[in-house]
């Protein structure tokens, strides 16, 4: 259909959350093989077609709220409604105006450094991460699937009638209403016919679109994190092997595996050459260059045991020292990946919880009218869990960043680095040191993403609902 | 092109002048306005019309002493002119201290040394001039409609009752105006004076936020080889030569700037430090006060309907309030922010290229940086979002509650 765009990095990796964003109806223009004017017109002219339907269909469902707000009940299930699907115009208009910030992010995984001694473990965590993420996408696609079909069958069970409260004898009478899954005003009559097909069929796409647009998003997020966490697995593992090597630097240490590894792995037994540059073998970042000469390792660093007690070739010791560096870098990125999420999404998750909490206050103060099992309370149900269930979904995966990241400390410790040359032990110290604070992603700096948050929100909602429950 | 020398003190110019144009404090040193016995003879009118105005409050609330509706509408205003009034004499009093700390803003620390700390000291004057400006705006339109709505409920024929004692009888018509002139400037000019010192303490709090960026920019460049300059030459033995001569330069002067850094953030702690403990009895008042204030209106908006002139009033009122406490609370938590990345940014810099022996003194360095920077309210209350946040969470909560038992 089109040519396989070259991509690279977290790209790669999400591209099939990238392509149901594009379809979807996002404001996603970047990362097609073809990129020719037509193209690019079309695919805005999609996506603006999708925005406007979705809008106008929003402001239908406003226009209904607007109507009946003088009847309690109404009033508080369309405010419901109007809220819950406030996340995905909010994600909508978020995405369009922050893509650049999108687009950094996505970006920030394009250069990666590598040694030739972790390969092998970093492509392990990296195809862990793939597969979770794969999973998360279809998890999160089969919930969406799954809560608009049993929303639609939800509609054709009980009365489709509105309550509204007569002025005259103060009893709530019903009017007869369209059976349709959401309760929004048009312009054309719905109660039968054409014009009841048109809506209803209307009303699945916008379920399915919106839901779809909010969901994906946080999909991406929560990808994210997941690529994060996983390559701080990746840090955490080869801290062991990395201490052996440099331990092996500076004191007499038996036969390790990794010693033989080392002389057995290499292809060409080239010493560097005092003219020959030519060492892209086994580094490649530039400012390795500075370590190949005069074999003392470091830039700075004098040791005054021109010797090692091992006798490892020079070339061992510069693949030792550049893999401490290559540690130190890999958890840099790291760092810089996560910051660069939260400058991204933080804002849209402000906006998402300030939307959830006050659905789900009402939803706390729908949920005491519940008298049985019937259509009221399984909507009123289904919405507290989707609702519930949008917001557990970032904070698990916030709150497992904050756990690996603090938990490199522990890695660091459990290596045997007291048998580390002073450079091991300084760099264990700094790593300790800085992975005390563990990474978080942050609200626009309101909250800190974590189960924390999760259980407050939940608690709040239950004791609103154990207060007004009393108050009744 | 030479750039012109930045100074620290841009951020603070139109703070100071604004003070002392309006009288409230003496012209310090960052202020171009230049009339020395124009200020001083200003100081005096608004010391001496400040307190005859809250005398006059406190008089009227002895007297009506029995009626709580007349208590609480007089409390309104007197406590929020207390407020100011404690501000304006924590900054008169504490001039010196002032000083000080504007000398320490001038020193070598905290001077920009690159073109990145321009920058950053720009947007930073920007936002704190901004901020000023959207105060003074709001507070010119507060004021004009606190004069509107008395002579608009006068005119409806409605019973219009200053919260100020009077010697006088005031529901006659040109005392009624006069009465009413002068109670809207005096509230007038407290409300610029208020947030004009809002704005002053909260821009040292943002003040010290950019100090730290600086900071970690500093911290980031630690080390870096790119900064080195080496004569390129063909000989592979002599470009080693250069680069490893101007390494050991290099470190000799890793030593130095960290040193730099390190007594740059000291200084920063006690400016935050001083700065807190200047104002620390007035914010506590000025918090105790907002606390008061949005449970009182929470308490009377419960019963009002939506479309009353009352209802509005006191909306925008609790709608002042929660603008001023938001402002702090977000200087405060970005400081806090900000001082908690230092230890990434240290991180950051190249320290995989030094000795350990340099290696060690930065990480007595990160120990000490891991403890953030929270400024803090009566010693217990943290500025930040969170503490923003529960305010509204418990005022929401108690409206809630209310509405129910109504």
């Known amino acids: ?472 | 092109m030479e750039p012109k020398t930045y100074t620290t003190l841009e951020a603070f110019k139109p703070h100071f002048n604004a003070l002392a144009r309006g009288g409230y404090l003496k012209i310090m040193k960052p202020t171009s306005f230049k009339k020395p016995y124009f200020n001083a003879f200003c100081r005096v009118l608004v010391w001496f019309f400040v307190v005859l105005y809250n005398l006059q409050h406190l008089i009227l609330v002895i007297q009506v002493r029995r009626s709580t509706e007349r208590i609480v509408d007089i409390l309104f205003i007197l406590l929020t002119t207390l407020n100011t009034f404690g501000k304006q004499l924590a900054f008169n009093l504490r001039v010196h201290r002032i000083d000080k700390i504007i000398d320490v803003m001038n020193g070598v620390y905290f001077a920009a040394t690159n073109r990145y700390h321009v920058d950053i000291m720009k947007e930073n004057a920007l936002a704190m001039y901004r901020i000023l400006r959207l105060y003074h705006v709001a507070i010119f339109t507060c004021g004009i409609l606190w004069t509107i709505f008395p002579l608009v409920n006068r005119a409806l024929g409605e019973n219009v009752q200053f919260t100020a004692y009077f010697p006088f009888d005031t529901a006659e018509s040109p005392t009624f105006e006069i009465v009413l002139a002068y109670m809207s400037i005096l509230i007038t000019l407290q409300a610029y004076g208020n947030v004009t010192m809002d704005c002053t303490i909260v821009a040292f709090y943002s003040q010290a936020k950019t100090q730290i960026k600086m900071l970690r920019y500093d911290l980031e460049q630690l080390g870096k080889i790119d900064n080195i300059e080496t004569k390129f030459t063909e000989n592979i033995f002599e470009r080693s030569s250069h680069i490893w001569k101007a390494l050991k330069d290099e470190k000799i002067k890793i030593h130095s700037k960290l040193v730099f850094c390190v007594e740059h953030y000291r200084q920063i702690v006690w400016f935050v430090k001083e700065v807190e403990s200047i104002f620390g009895e007035a914010m506590t008042v000025q918090f105790f006060v907002m606390a008061w204030v949005i449970c009182m209106t929470v308490y009377k908006i419960v019963g009002l309907s939506i479309y009353s002139a009352e209802f509005v009033s006191m909306g925008v009122y609790l709608g002042c309030m929660l603008a001023q406490l938001f402002i702090y609370c977000y200087y405060g938590t970005q400081l806090k922010v900000e001082s908690e990345s230092v230890n990434t940014s240290l991180y950051c810099s190249n320290w995989l290229s030094s000795l350990p022996k340099v290696r060690r003194q930065m990480l007595i360095m990160m120990q000490y940086c891991s403890k953030p920077l929270t400024p803090r309210t009566a010693y217990v209350i943290p500025m930040s979002l969170e503490t923003y946040i529960s305010v509204l969470k418990s005022s929401y909560s108690l409206f809630t509650l209310l509405n129910q038992k109504h």
């Open chain 1, 1 to 472: 259909m089109m040519t396989k765009v070259k991509t690279q990095g977290l790209v790669t990796d999400l591209m099939p959350c990238i392509r149901l964003l594009q379809a979807a109806g996002h404001f996603l223009f970047n990362y097609h093989a073809d990129t020719s004017g037509m193209n690019m017109l079309l695919r805005k002219i999609y996506s603006s077609a999708h925005a406007v339907l979705i809008v106008v269909h929003y402001i239908c469902m406003g226009i209904n709220m607007a109507q009946y707000k003088d009847e309690v009940n109404e009033l508080t299930a369309n405010t419901i409604t109007v809220l819950f699907f406030a996340h995905s115009i909010i994600k909508l208009a978020f995405f369009a105006f922050n893509s650049k910030s999108f687009y950094r992010t996505l970006a920030v995984w394009n250069q990666s450094n590598s040694h030739p001694l972790f390969t092998e473990s970093d492509a392990r965590y990296h195809q862990i991460s793939l597969s979770k993420m794969r999973r998360l996408l279809y998890f999160i696609c089969g919930m969406t699937v799954f809560s608009v079909i049993s929303w639609v069958t939800l509609t054709f069970f009980g009365e489709s009638v509105r309550m509204i409260a007569s002025k005259e004898t103060n009893e709530t009478l019903t009017e007869p209403a369209p059976r349709l899954p959401l309760k929004a005003w048009y312009p054309f009559k719905t109660m039968s016919g054409g014009g009841y097909v048109f809506a209803f069929i209307y009303q699945i796409y916008f379920l399915l679109f919106s839901m779809a647009l909010a969901n994906l998003l946080d999909v991406i997020f929560c990808s994210w994190l997941i690529f994060a966490c996983e390559q701080l697995q990746h840090l955490k593992a080869i801290m062991k092997p990395l201490m052996e090597l440099s331990a092996a630097l500076d004191t007499y240490r038996p036969n390790t595996a990794e010693l033989f590894r080392v002389s057995s792995t290499d292809k060409t037994e080239k010493v560097p050459d005092a003219v020959d540059m030519d060492i892209r073998g086994i580094y490649s970042t530039q400012q390795d260059f500075g370590m190949t000469l005069r074999g003392a390792g470091g830039k700075l660093q004098n040791f005054n045991a021109e010797n090692n007690p091992n006798g490892l070739t020079a070339k061992q010791e510069m693949l030792a020292r550049s893999a401490i560096k290559y540690w130190v870098e890999r958890h840099k990125h790291v760092v810089r990946l996560v910051a660069s999420i939260g400058d991204t999404y933080g804002t849209a998750l402000l906006f998402h919880m300030l939307v959830s909490t006050i659905t789900l206050t009402l939803l706390a103060y729908q949920a005491t009218k519940i008298n049985g099992i019937n259509v009221y309370a399984f909507s009123t149900i289904g919405y507290l869990v989707y609702t519930l269930g949008q917001v557990f979904h970032f904070c698990i995966f916030g709150n497992r960043l904050i756990e690996e990241s603090s938990s490199v400390m522990e890695a660091a410790y459990s290596c045997q680095w007291y048998d580390g040359s002073e450079e091991a032990k300084t760099f264990v110290q700094i790593v300790c040191q800085q992975c005390q604070k563990a990474m978080t992603i942050s609200g626009a700096k309101f909250f800190n993403v974590s189960l924390d948050l999760f259980a407050s929100v939940l608690g709040a909602v239950v004791t609103y609902f154990m207060v007004l429950i009393q108050l009744k």
